[in-house]
């Protein structure tokens, strides 16, 4: 495993979005500090800094290519695995720099949940997909509860309640993706990324996990990679626009659709491009 | 004359066209011959030697008399030579191929694989020697009671050869079990370790035991390394400090003998080479047909 | 308030585990590298220091000191060449009807099961079909040619299928651009596909070879023998190959003989060597070339 360089200490206020823009540092439950990331000698992600609040939904939008699932993926040390990536900066959750060496990514990622742009259910039963995370890190209590209302939560409880012994892969694409949100729900985690988890999906599909995720912020952190800016619009707290591996623009999202301070931003919502 | 000219070409092309026909044809008519022939050898046999007792008979003794055609020693014998190199092959295949599939670094790789394939180009008869003049001494240190010729030292070797295929075909079953699974489980807070285990192996599960069943098959057809090394004893015992002989080594001993044509004796080898050419068989079909299922899966 | 705030993760447990488990694995991996370095060491210690030009020169003998391994080197060489004329032609051409001509139907499925399954026969079977068709029916007794036949069919399997791969990866773009030119499929395959995938077919194609040059076991059924003291001077001469040399070394008691084995072992290593070099260098050529 390879791991990724760390450059502590590096924090500064650069890239504070401007000042009417609410702070949500001020309780966040997760921040980057100077991110820098870069696939050998490629930079994908260029000097970002964001902070997303906690028990909020923040959608990061931008073209393809732009290093929004590459920025996402490093907050949960998913880029671990590509051997060529590299970064620099500070990724903070609760205080703590996830990837200082004394951090264990594994413990990273049990706070620090995702799902995934294509459905990835395991070749198990649904029963098994659910409890599989659970079981592997000691959990302790009933599982069969724990599964149902993980289940029940993601809104699949009463497509498969009656298979809940029979294979994930038999399932629609909606339900396998629904099915891998309760996967991630049963790990209680407190952050939860999400990437492009619609794109695969029909618009009924999409609906239901947007709908999902409003009713689940009570309990957990969003972050949302997407391309789909009427989806950042109606599920999203905050906003953050990304191009060429650059923030943009940080704002409410309602500000950022409606008046955004910077033109390129107001190019691309608009439709303009991208 | 265009048209003329065209024409001719038409008849050369349907010329080649039936040739190259025939080259992919000669495929079938080589295992039609196969079978013809092994079936055409063996009814002398089967005269002589009710089919039953050949099958059933715990007594091979056909070059001397009283002969004896019961075949279970020689398929013990073969049978001994395939799980001793199973054990022998299965548990370092198996560990090259996680290795090189889920640590290795590209660089490590290209000089894995090579390695392997070197291994799988040595011909038999070089590990016969080998298995001969080096791992049978050794055995012997360990434990004197051993024979010269004996089971240990052929299925240690024979483990040996197919030790690359499993390893390679391991490695193509793990590698096509999608990243996105190793992601999610990680995802999940899996070790490596945890993610390969109970995810990604039970995953590639099929290819994985189809590997297993193609090397068996390699192991029940292999001919030199076990004639030279196992020696020509068929025996029913199951110890490998012992002298044994399989199906392939007894077609070896009667055609490098002088036996004369026409005998039953002579004859047992295409009925033996018969049961050995359905065993192969079968197992292949088994281990393509788990295959197929297995691509299916994610192709 | 989540499970995982009281739950016993375990984590230093569940690293040690994994990385005892890398740790085997890793040395496994690396066992592999001893067993062939062992092996080689062992024939080479042999084997090496007999290789001079008077065991090049010789032919076998009751004497090991006099014994020498040109009829084996020389039949060899026959076998191999008579082979790949017979086998080569054969194997790509039906690669090519599989891959460029054959409708795909029942017919076409049969001939792809059967390739697969007699690429899995034991060598051994072949022998036998050689001693009754080659050696016995078309009464070619233990020539080269009947050695050579046998031989074909055996990599037959090995060229079609490597040849097909070869095949299959000409992008379909280089067919439909000629055939829109107005060519004739068969033009098509000549002008276009067989060159784009030669290199793929002739590293299959030796790599076949190199299996043949190793194989024994079906030469001793149809009956060559290994004390010849003659190169073979035409097809229809008895032969023998080096394999063969070696095994009648190798089985008999006396060790100088078995130390034979091991040069003639370092011989047919060198072979091979040779032959995968070339292989080797096709390839790499060919991706210069792609490049």
């Not at chain 1, 790990?187 to 999906?201: G, K, N, T, Y």
Request: charged share 15%; hydrophobic share 50%; net charge neutral.
């Amino acid at each position: 495993m390879t791991q990724m360089k760390i450059q502590p200490n590096k924090f500064n206020q650069g890239s504070e979005p401007e000042k009417e823009a609410p702070d949500p540092r001020q309780d966040s439950a997760l921040s980057a500090e100077h991110v820098t990331i870069r696939y050998g000698n490629t930079v994908a992600v260029d000097d970002v800094g964001l902070a997303f609040a906690a028990n909020q939904i923040t959608a990061i939008i931008g073209p393809s290519g732009c290093g929004k699932s590459t920025f996402l993926r490093a907050f949960n040390r998913m880029n671990d695995f590509i051997p060529s990536a590299s970064l620099e900066g500070a990724i903070r959750f609760q205080g703590i720099d996830i990837y200082d060496p004394a951090v264990d990514p594994v413990e990273v990622r049990l706070r620090i949940g995702m799902v995934f742009q294509k459905p990835n259910p395991f070749p198990k039963t649904i029963y098994k997909n659910v409890a599989w995370g659970p079981q592997i890190n000691g959990f302790k209590g009933d599982l069969d509860e724990l599964v149902e209302n993980s289940l029940r939560s993601a809104a699949i409880w009463d497509e498969v309640k009656d298979r809940l012994h029979k294979s994930a892969l038999g399932l629609s694409g909606g339900q396998q993706q629904r099915l891998c949100i309760a996967r991630t729900l049963a790990m209680q985690s407190e952050v939860i990324l999400m990437d492009e988890p619609c794109s695969a999906l029909d618009p009924l599909s999409t609906g239901r996990v947007e709908d999902l995720m409003l009713e689940l912020k009570q309990n957990h952190t969003f972050v949302i990679v997407t391309h789909n800016m009427q989806q950042a619009s109606r599920a999203s707290d905050y906003t953050a626009f990304m191009e060429a591996g650059k923030l943009v623009e940080f704002d409410h999202t309602e500000k950022m659709f409606q008046n955004p301070s910077n033109q390129r931003t107001e190019d691309y919502v608009s439709g303009r491009f991208g | 004359m265009n048209i003329l000219a065209q024409k001719k070409s038409r008849w050369l092309e349907g010329g080649i066209h039936g040739f190259l026909f025939f080259c992919a044809f000669l495929s079938i008519l080589t295992t039609v011959t196969i079978v013809v022939s092994l079936v055409w050898e063996s009814i002398p046999f089967f005269f002589e030697v009710a089919p039953l007792d050949f099958l059933l008979g715990t007594t091979w003794q056909p070059l001397i008399v009283p002969r004896e055609y019961g075949v279970l020693p020689l398929v013990v014998g073969t049978l001994q030579i395939v799980v001793g190199s199973a054990l022998v092959a299965i548990p370092i295949g198996v560990c090259c191929a996680i290795y090189l599939s889920e640590y290795a670094s590209p660089r490590m790789r290209k000089i894995v694989k090579p390695t392997l394939e070197v291994l799988a180009g040595i011909p038999t008869i070089v590990y016969g020697y080998f298995a001969l003049t080096a791992i049978t001494p050794v055995l012997k240190s360990i434990y004197s009671g051993t024979e010269t010729y004996n089971a240990a030292s052929a299925s240690i070797v024979v483990g040996i050869m197919i030790l690359p295929m499993i390893a390679s075909l391991c490695d193509d079953a793990l590698r096509a079990v999608p990243g996105s699974l190793r992601q999610g489980a990680m995802a999940l807070g899996a070790t490596r370790f945890e993610a390969l285990t109970r995810v990604i192996f039970p995953a590639a599960l099929s290819g994985i035991t189809a590997s297993f069943v193609l090397a068996f098959s390699r192991a029940v057809g292999e001919t030199m390394a076990v004639s030279i090394a196992a020696g020509a004893t068929p025996s029913m015992s199951f110890l490998p400090t012992e002298s044994i002989q399989t199906m392939t080594a007894f077609i070896v001993q009667v055609s490098m003998g002088d036996t004369p044509r026409g005998t039953p004796e002579y004859h047992a080898i295409f009925a033996v080479g018969m049961l050995l050419f359905l065993i192969t068989l079968g197992i292949n079909m088994v281990a393509h047909r788990v295959l197929r299922k297995y691509r299916e899966v994610y192709e | 308030m989540s499970w995982l705030d009281t739950a016993n993760l375990n984590l230093r447990k569940r690293r040690r585990r994994a990385l005892y488990f890398k740790s085997i694995c890793s040395l496994f991996t690396w066992s592999c590298f001893v067993l062939l370095a062992v092996l080689l060491v062992h024939v080479g210690h042999k084997g090496v220091g007999l290789i001079d030009v008077d065991f090049l020169r010789n032919a076998p003998s009751w004497r090991p000191e006099d014994c020498g391994i040109w009829p084996a080197i020389a039949g060899s060489l026959w076998m191999m060449g008579l082979t790949a004329l017979i086998s080569i032609p054969c194997g790509v051409s039906a690669a090519l009807y599989l891959e460029e001509f054959a409708p795909k139907n029942r017919w076409a499925h049969l001939i792809d099961v059967n390739i697969s399954n007699l690429a899995g026969v034991p060598s051994i079977v072949y022998g036998i079909l050689g001693a009754t068709v080659f050696v016995r029916f078309l009464a070619l007794e233990q020539s080269v040619l009947a050695g050579s036949l046998t031989m074909s069919l055996l990599v037959l399997p090995v060229i079609i299928i490597a040849s097909r791969e070869a095949i299959r990866a000409v992008p379909s773009t280089i067919r439909h651009a000629a055939l829109a030119l107005g060519a004739t499929p068969w033009q098509t395959v000549v002008h276009h596909v067989l060159p784009t995938a030669l290199a793929g077919i002739l590293t299959g194609v030796i790599l076949a070879l190199s299996r043949a040059i190793g194989e024994t076991a079906p030469l001793i059924t149809i009956g060559a023998v290994a004390y010849i003291s003659d190169a073979p001077a035409g097809p229809m001469d008895s032969f023998t190959v080096l394999p063969l040399q070696i095994y009648s070394w190798t089985t008999k008691a006396q060790s100088e003989f078995q130390d034979l084995a091991a040069g003639g072992i370092v011989a047919l290593l060198v072979f091979l060597v040779i032959m995968n070099g070339i292989a080797v260098w096709i390839r790499h050529r060919a991706e210069g070339n792609a490049n």
